[in-house]
């Protein structure tokens, strides 16, 4: 019998596609956390507010560790000059032959301004 | 020098599940892929299946997974994986049949669904249609392509949702829609702005690396997606 069509993500994540296809899976990931982070942001406000919930707490502790905003704060930048790229591929084909030149120039954008926010907040958290 | 070639297997008659199996061939540098595939056939397992017709990279029938990565078997030489030890794979995304064999149909059933074939209804002139060397260039790109399949099945968004059209369909819609002498872009574009046409491509660019006929696909699938939402076609 024929082999049925399927494609576990083991083997989705081993295709060597190189840096688009990883600048996609990242767009997705960060996306997906901002998500669950705006979501679990207002239910532990609400819970804190008005129900004292212990699980708010604990919440409200983790996203306020350093850990945890260097993760967010790399989503959110990740994810907007990324966006930005594929914007501007999908809006004009004819720059799609730079492709690779717009990958380089995405991280040049998104490495130095991380690295010096990161900085800062690493600075504060020590001072602080 | 020594290559060690770990190849997917899976007989429909006696497995119940693929399994991989690892062969040890002679090669030179220069040889392709194909000839090493050839050699396990001919010298080591009569029974190892794969599909290979011209092997000069025209027919597109030996697509498969080398290294973790789409290209042709006759296309792809040893020296230029940078290793002597090399996995072999069916192309991701279609039932497999036997070994690296896989069911092109319904990447096929995509294909035919864009009418990848000459439109007009004007009566033919008594000479060729005219066309200017500028209107050939238009489209000249994605004349190139062999119906390999190996964009389609590396497509990511393909792996979700087999109803995607796929990179290829796309490619030989544009082949026709950009034609000058062609009348039939209206109804390619409308079959294209369904849910499972153009839009469903996230500009991954796997499509792009894996052509190994180096065709723009991309640039092609945004092409088309710009005619959609313009309604032009400069």
Same mark, same amino acid.
């Given at each position: 019998m024929t082999l049925p069509r399927r494609v576990p993500l083991s083997a989705a994540l081993r295709y060597r596609g190189g840096g688009p296809m990883w600048a996609w899976i990242l767009h997705r990931i960060s996306g997906l956390s901002m998500i669950i982070f705006v979501a679990l942001h207002v239910l532990a406000g609400f819970g804190i507010q008005q129900l004292g919930s212990d699980w708010a707490i604990w919440y409200n502790t983790l996203y306020e560790s350093l850990a945890f905003q260097l993760f967010i704060y790399f989503c959110v930048i990740f994810h907007a000059v990324n966006g930005l790229r594929i914007i501007i591929l999908d809006t004009w084909p004819a720059l799609i032959k730079f492709q690779r030149e717009f990958i380089w120039l995405e991280w040049a954008i998104v490495l130095p301004v991380y690295a010096l926010t990161a900085w800062i907040m690493i600075q504060n958290s020590l001072g602080g | 020098m020594q290559v060690t070639l770990k190849i997917f297997r899976y007989n429909p008659e006696t497995d119940k599940k693929p399994h991989y199996e690892t062969y040890t061939v002679e090669a030179e540098p220069t040889d392709r892929v194909l000839d090493l595939l050839e050699k396990v056939k001919g010298?080591?397992?009569?029974t190892l299946t794969f599909r290979r017709s011209c092997a000069h990279g025209v027919c597109g029938s030996d697509a498969m997974r080398i290294n973790g990565v789409n290209r042709l078997a006759c296309k792809v030489l040893v020296q230029d994986l940078g290793t002597n030890r090399i996995t072999v794979e069916p192309l991701l995304g279609l039932p497999t049949i036997k070994d690296l064999v896989v069911d092109m149909e319904p990447f096929f059933e995509h294909y035919r669904s864009v009418k990848p074939y000459f439109i007009n209804n004007d009566p033919p002139p008594k000479k060729e249609r005219l066309q200017s060397p500028e209107e050939r260039a238009r489209f000249d790109d994605t004349t190139? *392509?062999?119906? *390999?399949g190996a964009c389609t099945t590396s497509c990511p968004s393909f792996w979700l949702d087999d109803q995607y059209v796929g990179p290829a369909a796309i490619v030989n819609a544009h082949r026709f829609i950009f034609d000058s002498r062609d009348q039939g872009a209206e109804e390619r574009l409308k079959i294209l702005a369904d849910q499972f046409g153009v839009f469903r491509c996230h500009t991954i660019f796997n499509c792009t690396l894996a052509c190994p006929r180096e065709i723009q696909i991309t640039r092609a699938i945004g092409e088309v997606r710009k005619a959609i939402a313009t309604g032009r076609l400069d």
């Open positions: - | 010298e080591q397992d009569g190139k *392509c062999i119906l *390999c």
